[in-house]
């Protein structure tokens, strides 16, 4: 894993000072070694975490007939076998090598044979055409912009605005968007003028400075011809999950696994255990000092039964007011979940001792893992209810349900919504429509931007959005930016393109089966662990903060909601935000979600927008 970035001028030479500075801002995802190079109009810089081909495989890279130049982040599981496809003169042992020779022979379609995660820049001589690629479900960012000189790109956002030079602007179009997902859905961020390419999107930009975007890959329709027999689909599920771990294990460096206790972070560790036999593994989990929450005990179980060498990291509330400025800058964004900062914690401890960690991200989104996919059937009957009369009676029962009630909570509020699309952005939302409307004072923007994908059922459609949205904007975007503050490097085995393939291929009856959300993955994981982890109540990877926001972190709410330098004051409805702030100190009420994302908001543009010229990270951290 790697940070890159580069500049494709109008008219060259490009600033090499703005391409070292670009180097060194990238340089938390690259700690290994750093370079830069240009030619006339096109320039590269590249911040290096050395894991395939340690010594050599040096960046920025060049065709031996000088046809193609890569800057590379990620890594391609397959090198191997591309590799013995090809009669390329090879230099060295590594992955980007092995790119560069696929786009001599085939050009940039040879990214259609990659497997594996990555981001990259290829720049063809010939015609002058700067090519930006991002992998199939977005493990790994990639952002451009277009500046007067020219197109600037970067796995960080810190590193365009860094090599532009001028002071960053919040896009007042995108604040609808993340008061309804507590982050921006690609291609737009909350930068004036930033966007971000697409998962499975490849962009071109011409020599004329025309950009043209292209998508190559998407997830396939429901084929229930092909999986008539669910243990058929077992059967087939076992085979992937395991040749994609063993794809995710390539590495000359030492490699571990996240094991929060849950089935996906348990089936990916019990797979890990068998495919490498004797040798030793290290697995990591986060704890956070409460009962409710905490899944300390699932996870020593699981280690135990599997045989790991297991390591605990605790997370404290004084870890949060420490940590959130210098991670909202990693994140160049808003922290969406306050599991962003334990899964920071989570890599430090991990960096330790390993390079590389594998996760279990992926399987609720693939496999219908979410409390919501249960409510799916309800979704349909209840859009039959015009919306007017609908929203009036969600309102009314949300208002009455008691805060140990959350997830009833969130399920009236997103089945009153009043359109298709509003009920799967209202899932994972803090605020509703109507709320994002008082809060701003104007109407809501979000539904106008996006649209409901195709699907055969409505389990089927969530599944397609959230594999297009919340996954890789919020879950990926987390995992990447966490871990690369640490520098470790992540890997979700459950994302490899062709289980990724087969899931959607699925009915949703074999995904959600009786009613069990993710019936067959669990079927799979019978295989490797006992029931009593397999079929245990999901609880999901969360942080205490209803308590925390009404002890040791609530005064600093109220300041940073409501001062006068507040940016969340002066943007927002003031009333509406000390309402929040007063109905959740009351204790009745369970707010947390929402002043997280209003709170997170805050600490980001202090860190971003008005330090974006003097905010230096926390020790250890850059």
């Known amino acids: 894993m790697c940070g890159i970035g580069g500049v494709f001028a109008e008219c060259g030479p490009v600033s090499e000072g703005g391409l070292r500075a670009m180097a060194l801002t990238l340089q938390h995802r690259g700690p290994d070694e750093s370079a830069v190079w240009s030619e006339g109009r096109i320039g590269f810089a590249h911040a290096r975490l050395s894991i395939i081909d340690v010594g050599g495989s040096h960046q920025p890279m060049h065709a031996v007939d000088g046809s193609w130049s890569v800057v590379f982040n990620g890594e391609i599981f397959n090198y191997r076998e591309l590799r013995k496809d090809s009669d390329y003169p090879y230099h060295t042992d590594g992955d980007t090598e092995v790119l560069l020779a696929g786009l001599v022979r085939h050009g940039i379609r040879f990214v259609e044979r990659l497997r594996g995660q990555y981001a990259f820049a290829a720049f063809h001589h010939e015609t002058e055409t700067l090519h930006l690629v991002r992998d199939r479900v977005g493990v790994l960012p990639l952002y451009y912009r277009n500046v007067a000189g020219g197109l600037v790109f970067g796995s960080e956002i810190k590193s365009i605005i860094r090599y532009v030079g001028c002071a960053p602007c919040v896009d007042p179009d995108s604040l609808d968007s993340y008061l309804a997902g507590r982050s921006v859905p690609s291609p737009n961020t909350l930068y004036a003028d930033i966007r971000k390419l697409r998962p499975g999107h490849r962009v071109e930009v011409r020599a004329s ?106 997370v404290r509330a004084e870890d949060f007011l420490d940590l959130w400025p210098t991670l909202s800058w990693h994140r160049d964004a808003p922290l969406s979940e306050p599991a962003d900062m334990a899964v920071f914690r989570l890599a430090q401890a991990a960096r330790q001792h390993v390079t590389v960690v594998l996760s279990g991200e992926g399987g609720d989104e693939l496999f219908g893992g979410y409390p919501k996919y249960r409510f799916a059937s309800w979704a349909r009957i209840i859009r039959r209810i015009p919306s007017g009369p609908r929203r009036v009676a969600g309102r009314l029962l949300e208002a009455r349900l008691p805060k140990r009630l959350s997830r009833q909570r969130v399920a009236v509020r997103a089945l009153s919504a009043e359109s298709d ?139 940073r909601l409501t001062g006068s330098a507040s940016f969340v004051a002066s943007t927002f409805n003031r009333d509406e935000v000390c309402r929040l702030l007063m109905r959740h100190g009351s204790g009745r009420f369970n707010e947390e979600s929402r002043i997280w994302t209003l709170l997170s908001l805050e600490v980001w543009h202090e860190a971003c927008i008005k330090g974006w010229e003097t905010f230096a990270p926390g020790e250890g951290t850059r």
Request: proline share 7%; aromatic share 10%; net charge negative.
């Open 209 to 314: 400075g025309e950009l043209f975007e292209k998508r190559y890959w998407a997830p396939p329709a429901v084929d229930r011809a092909e999986w008539p027999d669910p243990r058929e689909a077992v059967d087939a599920a076992d085979t992937l999950i395991r040749d994609a771990v063993s794809a995710a294990l390539v590495a000359d460096v030492p490699v571990g696994a996240y094991l929060s206790g849950g089935v996906d972070s348990s089936l990916i560790v019990a797979v890990m255990k068998q495919l490498r036999g004797s040798a030793p593994l290290e697995t990591f989990v986060a704890g956070f000092g409460d009962p409710r929450y905490d899944e300390l005990a699932w996870a020593k179980r699981v280690s135990d039964y599997v045989g790991t060498k297991h390591h605990q990291v605790d």
């Open 421 to 559: 699309l509003g009920q799967l952005v209202t899932w994972f939302a803090p605020f509703t429509s109507e709320e994002r409307q008082r809060l701003l004072g104007s109407g809501p923007t979000t539904e106008r931007q996006r649209s409901v994908p195709e699907g055969v059922d409505d389990i089927d459609r969530m599944l397609r959005f959230d594999l297009e949205s919340w996954l890789p904007d919020n879950l990926l975007e987390r995992g990447d930016r966490m871990s690369m503050a640490a520098s470790l490097e992540l890997r979700p085995p459950l994302l490899d393109h062709r289980l990724v393939e087969f899931a959607f291929s699925l009915p949703s009856e074999i995904k959600v089966r009786g009613g069990k959300p993710k019936w067959l993955l669990k079927e799979v994981a019978k295989r490797y662990l006992p029931d009593e982890v397999v079929l245990r109540k999901k609880v999901g990877f969360r942080v205490p903060l209803d308590e925390w926001f009404r002890s040791g972190i609530c005064d600093n709410a109220w300041d």
